[in-house]
């Protein structure tokens, strides 16, 4: 079975600065899916990053980037020029994109992230 | 357009009660699923549906928990003699297509609170 660990409960980050969640999983399987979901206060789970396990290019969107290390089953999310709006609970999630795949994610415990002014 | 929305936003209601809890996911989605974000668990699926069927239902912790979904849109789900453990919140996530590219769009979720 597939486990998604977040070893970060709590995280701060003065606002401009740079933060890095981190993230790590255990899977069997050669292919599959790993997202970064953002929940602020509001409850509403917003994907914030995609990756391809297949792709060695690590993915970015904007302020967001990932460092993706397949070996080492490692995928961290790295933010950059913080912002206060930043401020939100980070799931790290795992999904299998093999054969049987039903498309259901599998999630870390989440890293509550605040931004300060 | 409109998210995924979800019925009630809040429910408080007794131990021993049915509770029936609502998902209205995106027009046109055809894979919807069921989470649940509890302290102690964390967020953990429940179901998957593709179209009206269900073909994974292995989240559902015990036989009191039930879902359908009903012309390829509104899903519910049931809890039957709830209990204090069941006190969560329960999210809906749609998405466009049975493929494991496509992003999940949550709904706000669901607060169920058992007293």
């Known amino acids: 079975a597939q486990t998604v660990t977040q070893s970060q409960p709590e995280m701060s980050v003065q606002e401009a600065e740079t933060v890095t969640l981190s993230c790590t999983y255990d899977?069997?399987?050669?292919?599959?899916?790993l997202f970064w979901y953002k929940q602020p206060p509001s409850r509403q789970m917003i994907l914030v990053i995609r990756?391809?396990?297949?792709?060695?290019q690590n993915a970015t969107e904007n302020r967001f980037s990932v460092n993706f290390q397949k070996a080492a089953k490692s995928f961290s999310l790295k933010i950059s020029d913080s912002q206060l709006g930043d401020t939100a609970m980070y799931f790290c999630?795992?999904?299998?994109?093999?054969?049987?795949?039903?498309?259901?994610?599998?999630f870390g415990q989440g890293t509550t992230l605040q931004v300060k002014p | 357009g409109a998210g995924v929305s979800q019925s009630p936003s809040n429910k408080v209601t007794e131990k021993g009660k049915d509770v029936e809890l609502r998902c209205d996911p995106i027009?046109?989605?055809?894979?919807l699923y069921w989470y649940r974000q509890s302290l102690g668990q964390g967020l953990e699926f429940l179901i998957y549906?593709?179209?009206?069927?269900?073909?994974?239902k292995s989240g559902l912790p015990s036989d009191r928990f039930s879902a359908e979904r009903t012309g390829g849109s509104v899903s519910t789900l049931t809890i039957q003699r709830t209990q204090q453990e069941d006190s969560a919140v329960y999210l809906c996530?749609?998405?466009?297509?049975?493929?494991?590219?496509?992003?999940?769009?949550f709904g706000p979720g669901t607060r169920l609170t058992v007293t």
């Open positions: 990756q391809e396990a297949y792709k060695q």
């Open positions: 999630a795992f999904m299998n994109s093999g054969s049987s795949n039903t498309g259901k994610l599998i």
């Open positions: 549906f593709q179209g009206n069927s269900a073909p994974d």
């Open positions: 996530a749609s998405s466009l297509l049975w493929d494991r590219s496509y992003e999940q769009y």
């Open positions: 027009s046109g989605h055809t894979a």
């Open positions: 899977t069997s399987e050669n292919n599959y899916y």
